[in-house]
């Protein structure tokens, strides 16, 4: 459970997914353009995540499966994950497919969840620690908020590293060799 207060959270959660009522809704304004203040039976619209997760655990929806996580990009994942942009389907896709899960009951969600991860992270990493300072704009176009936060840490680490190497002597004698011998005369 991430903090009450954690922006990432609450972008999350305001992602839209589809679901369709099993009953009768009055005095909700889903649509402000609409007639009326109710919703029938049977009605498939968007709500964000955190609104259909109460109506879900309430059994007044059900959830489908978001369309960042439809046929057309699991099979551009299974092609070649590192060149899918996922953050123009889901800002938060790792976030996000973790909170929809347990709701859709989607297994297959989970697999394309870890193999997307495994194959980005490497990418992501090497991106990091070989990519000029010219070619980072266009690496942070195609990656989510989680995958930003990570490429951020690799380039910083590795930033303290060449500092690290090229500063100071490599090694020095502890002040204590010095005093353990006795002066020769």
Request: aromatic letters at 10%; hydrophobic letters at 40%; a positive charge.
């Amino acid at each position: 459970m991430a903090s009450y207060y954690d922006i990432d959270d609450i972008l999350t959660e305001e992602e839209l997914v589809p679901v369709v009522f099993h009953k009768a809704a009055n005095g909700v304004i889903i649509d402000p353009s609409s007639e009326t203040n109710s919703v029938e039976q049977g009605a498939k619209v968007e709500l964000p995540l955190w609104l259909a997760q109460e109506l879900h655990w309430r059994q007044a929806v059900s959830i489908s499966a978001p369309p960042c996580f439809n046929q057309k990009t699991r099979l551009e994942i299974q092609a070649d994950a590192a060149c899918v942009d996922l953050r123009s389907r889901c800002p938060y896709f790792y976030e996000f497919g973790c909170k929809i899960l347990p709701l859709v009951g989607d297994k297959t969600i989970e697999i394309l969840l870890l193999s997307a991860f495994k194959i980005r992270y490497k990418e992501t990493l090497t991106k990091a620690y070989t990519a000029a300072y010219t070619a980072t704009s266009k690496v942070l176009t195609l990656l989510t908020r989680e995958e930003t936060n990570l490429y951020e840490a690799a380039q910083s680490s590795m930033a303290a590293f060449k500092k690290w190497r090229m500063g100071g002597p490599r090694l020095q004698r502890a002040s204590v060799l010095g005093r353990k011998r006795k002066p020769v005369n």
